[in-house]
């Protein structure tokens, strides 16, 4: 079973940068699609980025699009989210899912889609 960590939330000011990486247990974690979802407080939890299993397809939020980039290393058992350009319409828990059924694609943005979630990491953007 897939267990996730995530790591490298913090505080930080609009305009800045942070990048978020998400540790998987599972030995077979590169056939695995994941994907970066994140909740702010009183608000729904909402798809952020997705990848395939070989990094060869993304996906992105338009709300995000442009200023974040999903990345995975699988030698590593590891996906990144690298936030630029941060706003304070950024802040939120932000979490790291994984989906073991059919990797090739990364068109997930239903909270359904994935199967293991870690507990997520805060960021807060600072105006």
């Known amino acids: 079973q897939m267990q996730l960590v995530e790591s490298g939330g913090g505080l930080v000011q609009a305009g800045g940068s942070l990048r978020l990486s998400c540790a998987g247990s599972?030995?077979?974690?590169?056939?695995?699609?994941m994907g970066w979802l994140r909740q702010a407080p009183g608000k729904e939890r909402e798809f952020v980025a997705s990848i395939n299993w070989r990094s060869e397809d993304t996906l992105y939020a338009d709300s995000v699009k442009g200023r974040f980039t999903i990345s995975r290393d699988n030698a590593k058992n590891t996906v990144y989210l690298q936030m630029n350009n941060l706003i304070p319409e950024d802040t939120a828990t932000y979490y790291c899912a994984a989906r073991s059924r059919g990797p090739i694609y990364s068109d997930y943005e239903r909270l359904a889609d994935y199967d293991y979630w870690g507990k997520g990491t805060q960021v807060t953007v600072s105006s």
């Open positions: 599972d030995r077979t974690f590169s056939s695995y699609a």
